[in-house]
């Protein structure tokens, strides 16, 4: 995004957010949840101001925020121990979620890092490293596709566009080493994200087990503080990769289904929503999608 359009971006979402959050979501967050609500959010890479300001407003506003083991607790129990709870998870192992390590340690924040095994290996995810190297994929392999189909074309042909890309040039790191995670293993829990963040919907079933088998064991190879939690790649799940899971060593999946969980009706623990907080965008528009108004009016946005 150029900065001009991320600067009429930020500004106009933060100005939504403001209106959404002073007239819905903070009635919502401060008043309207209760030991019956989890507040789930996610980030990918955020910024060490945009982490730490979420942080702050959590912490002031007398949150209780909460580890893995107590979510599973409260989640099977369908009761918190807190009036205001919120779990937060973290996709894909960024590199600059190390940078984020004194805000937890200076505010005693638990948080679940969702890791995609492969991703670590090759320093960024495949869709990513196929998006940069596209130019550079030949006709004849590229059939016609353009980068928006990468999400829709069946896997077997993703993993194939994603073997030519790696030899079309060096991959920049992004994502954090094996080594790195390893480190800071010991301040976070750990779930599984697959191990070459596929779209799950577009796999056959062996590959949706492999996926979900072969991480697992590779991370508890690594002896990490790892737990039986799965998070969809790309949020993306259908009823055969739910019957598959259920199958599965995992006890938990998340969605990126964005809504406040409500333990007496979001009781299915293959489903379990969460809220994305975006990288870089206003305080404003954070809080407003935190309540979750704001995917009630802006669905993919
Ligand atoms: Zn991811």
Known sequence: MNFVIYKLRFLLG????????????KNILLKKINSNNIVSIYFHNPSLKVFEKIIKWLKKNEFNIISITEFQKSFSQKRCVSKRTVFISFDDAWLGNINLLHILDKYSVP????????????????????????????????????????????????????????????V????MSKEKLIKLSKWVSIGSHSV??????????DVIKYEMQKSYSILKSWQLNLH?????????????????????????????????I?????????????????????MYENLARMSGIWSRFFKNI
């Open 14 to 25: 933060n100005a939504i957010g403001f209106l959404l959050f002073f007239f819905v979501g």
């Open 111 to 170: 948080i679940m890092l969702f890791v995609p095994t492969q991703a670590l290996k090759d320093g960024d995810i495949w869709i990513n490293i196929v998006r940069k190297n596209f130019k550079k994929i030949e006709k004849t392999e590229k059939l016609g596709l353009r980068i928006k189909d990468l999400k829709t074309i069946p896997n077997s042909k993703a993993v194939e566009l994603y073997e030519i890309a790696l030899t079309k040039s060096k």
């Open 196 to 205: 070459t963040h596929p779209i799950l919907v577009n796999c056959t079933d």
């Open 228 to 260: 039986e939690v799965f998070a969809y790649p790309n949020g993306s799940y259908n009823t055969n990769v739910i019957s598959i899971i259920k199958n599965s060593c995992y006890k938990y999946a998340f969605t990126t289904k964005p809504k406040i």
């Open 262 to 282: 409500e333990l007496d009706t979001d009781n299915n623990s293959y489903t379990i929503p969460r809220i994305c907080i975006p990288d870089h965008f206003g």
């Open 172 to 175: 920049k790191r992004m994502i």
